[in-house]
Every structure is written in structure tokens, then in C-alpha cells.
């Protein structure tokens, strides 16, 4: 079967049944109801402007066909998709794994969409899930890894050397697109906090056009937006701590409400089984928004040694991105320079949670605090390192 999917957001025109025999590992069978070959796609007037320097206006979305084969995909009446039955996007990374874990511990059938790499990923198929090859920037990949899948949680980002748009945008329409063509049930999205009020950052302006792009889908979803990961302060500030070397900060009031990546994958689920929350926008923050200043003086609290700091100013990285901008190859730096510059800016990235914890039936005190984790982890490595009468010159021991 083949499927031609544009890349502009699909809505069925008609829809045809397809037959085939069952699955080869006869355990299950299913029933779908795939979109025309060639589907319509609506005005594109909602989308807010992808060209550089972004400013929110509207532009159209290139019409280009992409042509989906997925012989794995003809379908055939049987028992429904298994709803434990889901789809990791982005299983690699630092929310991602922590997704793959949860789920696995809560019974789930786990499988991880993973782009082919030197190294397997042979973690993942040691906790128990399966993993399967596909490239969100190769859409033709995606339609064999969905069959049977019935929820989607996408925590994908591109990697630092990719231009954003290849991914985060162009990977994410593509990846809608098939999970609409082929009857995915929920669609779980990770986005950024704030990102509809910086339309002059590539990377905040696509997520919330991928948020838009989602909701006019049809699918039903969720959207998290999320303000920061407790994880990333390790190797920031506690790593460099230890080691005696620069941590790098600015000198802005910048305060974030960081949560540790196991909370908010506990928090997916609790959500995913929620169906008050389909079709909602939730936002996910930590308990207390912290200055950059105020986190390394905590780490160097915990770690019992003073940081050498060296402070980045906010004119300088504003300095830079326009710099960066004068050069073809240099805009993908420019790009994420923009995003540094407004984590650097006089902005608050937390929100109060008290009701999205009564939506979801959490208690508070449950979310874990930066104080704790921090020192959860300054315990364990500082005791590691006291057993291996080493050098405080470990990078790679995280909890």
C-alpha cells in the first residue's frame, strides 16, 4: 500500500477499507480506516510564518507530495489495536528514556521509533521494548513503524548539527500526517512554555505551529508544554562544579521551574489514562523557579567547593545572532542562539500547577523539588567518588 501524504495538514476526503492477510506473528490483528490516497488539506492561514525573524504573519506550506510506502500497513478486520500498545518518539533522549522506563514499568507494550546510528540503541531493548529504525526526516520510514501502535508520545527534537526546521518541523508534519492516515487513537506532544509569545525564535515558533498543525489534525491529543529539565542542571553546573572547570552563566533574572524528567513522564501517564485531558493544553512546572545564580550557588552548597563562573552577558549573545546571521551556514547557530537569548532574557518559565494537579489527581508533595534531586545526587556522587578514592573527575555518573 502506498499512501500520498502532502505536506500540509490532511482531513479525509473519503475512505476506503483495505484487506490483507493477518499479521505473520498471528498475536494480533486489527481493523483501520485509511484517508484517500491523495488527500485535501485546509487553508493554511492559521499557521503563524516560518520565515527567519518570524514577526507571527501567516505564509503557505509548501504543497510537496510525499509518497508513504508501508506494505506492512494493508489492514484487516480483527481485534482492536491493544490501547497499552504505544509508540516513543525520541526514545533516546533525556525525556524520552525516561518515558520508555515508565511505561514499561506500568505494563506497557513499548515500542521506540529510533533513527538508525553506529550505536543501537541496546539499552532500550534491555528494559524490554522494541525498537524499530525510522527518520523523521525520511517520511517514507514512519507508516511501517505505526501499524499497530495505538498511542503516540513524540519527545523528538533535532540534534544540535541539524538545521531545526528538517525535524522539528518538517519530521513533526509528516509524522501527523501518517498518524492521522493510519487511525492513530492519541497523540501525545511535548512543547515549550511560552513559546507563542516568541515568534521571533525559530525553535519556539515551530513547536507552537506544530501545536496549531496538531489540533486542526483531528487526532485526539495532548499537548505538555514544559519549562525546564532538573537533568540538564548536571551537566551545566553540577559536572563542571566537581570538576573545578567554568560553568558558564548570564547576568540576566532569568527563572525557570525545572522538573525532573521522571515526574513528568509519571505525570504523561497519569494524563494519558485521563480522558478530561484529551484535547487539552497542559503546561508541567517545577515546584520553585530558579535564577541561573541561585542553582550554582545551591550546587556548590551540596558539592562543598565554590564554581569558577564565568558570566556571559545578554549583549553578547544578542551580539552573536545578529553576527551569525550575515553567513548562509551559520543561520542554524543564529537559530539557537535566538532560543539562548530569550533563557537569558528577564523571563519567568513557570506556571502555577495547583490545578493541574487536582485535574490529574496528584499530590504536590510528590513532584520532586531541585533542592532533593540536586542532592540526591551530590550524595551519591560525592560517595562514589569517596569509595573510588578518585579525583573529582567523573562526568558520566547520573541518577
Known amino acids: 500500500m502506498a499512501l500520498i501524504l502532502p505536506t500540509q495538514l490532511v482531513t479525509p476526503c473519503t475512505t476506503r477499507s483495505r484487506t490483507a492477510s493477518p499479521s505473520r506473528h498471528g498475536s494480533l490483528s486489527w481493523r483501520r480506516t485509511l484517508a484517500a490516497d491523495i488527500i485535501s488539506a485546509p487553508s493554511s492561514s492559521s499557521y503563524p510564518s516560518l520565515s527567519p525573524g518570524g514577526g507571527g504573519g501567516c505564509v503557505q506550506v509548501q504543497p510537496l507530495l510525499v509518497k508513504c510506502t508501508a506494505a506492512a500497513a494493508n489492514l484487516a478486520p480483527g481485534t482492536p489495536v491493544r490501547p497499552t500498545t504505544i509508540l516513543v ?3 533516546t533522549g533525556t525525556l524520552g528514556r525516561q518515558v520508555v522506563r515508565r511505561a514499561l514499568d506500568e505494563g506497557y507494550d513499548v515500542r521506540c521509533l529510533v533513527r538508525p546510528r553506529p ?3 541496546d539499552f532500550l531493548r534491555d528494559w524490554g521494548a522494541i525498537v524499530v529504525n525510522a527518520d523523521l526526516s525520511k517520511p517514507e520510514t514512519i507508516p511501517a513503524t505505526l501499524v499497530g501502535v495505538h498511542t503516540i508520545i513524540d519527545c523528538a527534537t533535532g540534534r544540535p548539527e541539524e538545521p ?3 525535524v522539528d518541523w518538517e519530521g513533526k508534519v509528516a509524522l501527523i500526517q501518517c498518524a492521522k492516515a493510519m487511525g492513530i487513537q492519541k497523540f501525545i506532544f511535548y512543547s515549550i512554555h511560552n513559546c507563542d509569545k516568541h515568534p521571533e525564535v525559530p525553535l519556539m515558533q515551530i513547536k507552537y505551529c506544530t501545536e496549531k498543525f496538531l489540533q486542526d489534525s483531528g487526532i485526539n491529543h495532548t499537548i505538555i508544554r514544559l519549562c525546564g529539565f532538573m537533568q540538564g542542571l548536571i551537566g551545566q553546573y ?6 573545578d572547570k567554568s560553568v558558564w552563566g548570564t547576568d540576566a533574572p532569568t527563572r525557570i521551574a525545572y522538573m525532573d524528567t521522571q515526574d513528568i513522564a509519571r505525570l504523561t501517564f497519569i494524563a494519558l489514562r485521563n480522558e478530561n485531558v484529551s484535547g487539552k493544553l497542559l503546561t508541567f512546572a517545577g515546584p520553585r523557579a530558579w535564577t541561573n545564580q541561585e542553582v550554582i550557588a545551591l550546587c556548590e552548597r551540596l558539592a562543598g567547593q565554590d564554581a ?10 544578542k551580539f552573536t545572532r545578529q553576527l551569525t546571521r550575515f553567513f548562509e551556514w551559520t543561520n542554524d547557530v543564529a537559530d ?4 539562548s537569548e530569550v533563557l537569558s532574557s528577564d523571563t519567568v518559565f513557570s506556571v502555577p500547577m495547583t490545578e493541574t494537579y487536582k485535574l490529574l489527581g496528584v499530590d504536590s508533595k510528590d513532584v520532586a523539588s531541585l533542592e532533593k534531586y540536586l542532592q540526591d545526587y551530590f550524595t551519591n556522587i560525592l560517595k562514589k567518588l569517596k569509595d573510588l578514592k578518585a579525583q573529582s573527575k567523573q562526568s558520566d555518573f547520573y541518577l
Open 119 to 121: 550505536a543501537p540503541a
Open 238 to 243: 553540577a559536572v563542571p562544579i566537581l570538576e
Open 164 to 166: 531545526i526546521k528538517t
Open 336 to 339: 539557537r542562539l535566538a532560543f
Open 89 to 91: 518518539v525520541g526514545a
Open 308 to 317: 569558577n563562573v564565568t558570566t556571559v552577558p545578554v549583549s553578547v549573545l
